[in-house]
């Protein structure tokens, strides 16, 4: 039985994890915050438990210690949102090593580094729910995004992996795309962030019975990958449903 209420998110100066924040604190739960600046629910909230702890998530020598200091620390974190994202714009082929490595330190590597530390203490406890802040770029692959489509894809597939290795537990990993939201890396979206709670709630109070390894996006279940059904995969055998080229 899950008696805390303790949230890791990172990300919440600004944007949609701003909103989270106040809607998870508003809802009760304690915050452990990650992000570069102090976000404004540090100084709002007036319960003991609102930790922030200023992290650069694009630089994983300092940030993994921040992330193993907190799990010593806490010991079990029932609920993980990994929201802090990065999307650097311009053609994939004129994009510079360092950006592929720093967008993919923040988008993909860090959040799976939370869950494999925090993983171990939900499988103990039963219970964990774990929700990776997501994007329809990979599903879209829009020219000029490919750093940012490139990046989310590996933390999709990170992510539904994990859900998979963690079926025989009451574990909930998915992945929520808040839609297109106003924030910094958005300003002229037309959509406020607090459209993406409702979606959010239904992740965090899964029941056990409850999805695991899906897509999110403004109250839809959107499919990951095509259907392949009847499809034996590791035996090189299609189905009808295949369009036959040769
Ligand atoms: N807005 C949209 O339309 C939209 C659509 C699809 C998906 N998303 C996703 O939603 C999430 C939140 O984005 P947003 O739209 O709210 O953008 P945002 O306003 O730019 O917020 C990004 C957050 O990530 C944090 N962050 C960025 N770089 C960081 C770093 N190096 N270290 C630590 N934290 C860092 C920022 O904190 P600091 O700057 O203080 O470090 C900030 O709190 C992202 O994962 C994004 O991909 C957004």
């Known amino acids: 039985m899950n008696t805390t209420k303790t949230v890791l998110l990172t990300g919440a100066s600004s944007g949609v994890g701003k909103s989270l924040a106040h809607h998870l604190y508003d809802l009760g739960y304690d915050l452990i915050l990650l992000s570069r600046r102090e976000p404004d629910i540090v ?3 007036d319960r ?7 992290t650069d998530l694009s630089k994983p020598d300092r940030a993994t210690g921040i992330i193993d200091d907190i799990v010593n620390r806490y010991e079990y974190i029932p609920y993980v949102i990994n929201n802090a994202g990065i999307n650097t714009g311009g053609h ?9 490595e720093h967008d993919l330190n923040i988008n993909a590597r860090m959040p799976w580094y939370v869950m494999k530390k925090v993983l171990p203490a939900m ?4 219970f964990g729910r774990i929700i990776n802040i997501t994007s329809g770029a990979p599903l879209n692959c829009y020219p000029g995004f490919g750093v940012y489509s490139a990046t989310k894809g590996m933390l999709n597939t990170m992510t539904v992996t994990l859900a998979r290795e963690n079926e025989g537990h009451n574990i909930k990993i998915n992945l929520m795309s808040p839609g297109p939201v106003r ?11 607090a459209i993406c709670h409702p979606t959010l709630d239904y992740l965090m109070n899964l029941p056990e019975s409850g999805d695991t390894g899906g897509f999110y996006w403004l109250g839809y279940k959107v499919p990951l990958f095509p259907d392949l059904e009847g499809v034996q995969w590791l035996e090189g055998i299609g189905n009808e449903k295949l369009k036959r080229i040769l």
């Open 183 to 193: 924030s910094e890396m958005a300003p002229h979206a037309k959509l406020n962030p």
């Open 43 to 45: 100084k709002i909230g």
């Open 123 to 126: 499988r103990e406890e039963n």
């Open 92 to 100: 994939l082929d004129r994009q510079k090593w360092d950006t592929i």
């Open 48 to 54: 003991e438990l609102v930790e922030f702890i200023s």
